[in-house]
């Protein structure tokens, strides 16, 4: 039986950060589908039990939890994801809040512009990636704290996924994010799951056409 469970909609969103997480830790999880319709119709059990109102929910056994970084931090910890001293930790938790600030700019442009500000949102996009490009070219070694991946990065990745599903050369000019975009995908464990029909059946958010 896993020992994880995640409950959110059907689609990768705020979930997909702690997912990629737990298949290149090694771990299993469930994942319980809410479907959107069934969770907007009125006030589901669900919605009344959770902390904020909202997805996703996360549980270790009985272990509850919401607040999509809040539960990548408890991973981190359960993981040993969150840096060797509290300095890294420190590191680690910047580089994760800028990547739910750049979350949220994509949030609003999906929930808001998604078929009417794609021009202006892509237009937009190099200052975001070259915030985390700078900060790639002062921390080398290929993860957000150089040599030991932590939390953030499977935050990070997950952005930069959604990004290049948006446009395939977002990247272009952004070489050290490109290569640690290829370099997380290939390791074992996340590539088999990015291969894996739960992923791949699994749109990024609920506007992508596919
Ligand atoms: N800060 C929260 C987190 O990080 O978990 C935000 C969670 C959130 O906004 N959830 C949305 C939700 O439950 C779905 S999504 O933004 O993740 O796609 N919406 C339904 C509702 O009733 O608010």
Redesign the pocket.
Known sequence: MARFTIT??P?R??AEAMRLLLADQGAEWKDEVVPIQE??AGESKL?KEAV?????KFQDGNYVL????AILQYLGHEFDLCGKNNKEAGVIDMMNNGAEDFRQKF?RFVFTEYDTGKEKYLADLPKQLCQFETFLSKHPGGFITGGQISYADYNLLDLLHLHLSLDPDCLKAFPLLKAYVSKMDARPKIKAYMESDACKNRPA??KEKR
């Open positions: 959110y909609f689609v969103g705020r969770w907007m919605k904020f109102g909202q997805l996703p919401y607040q999509s970084n949030s958010h609920p």
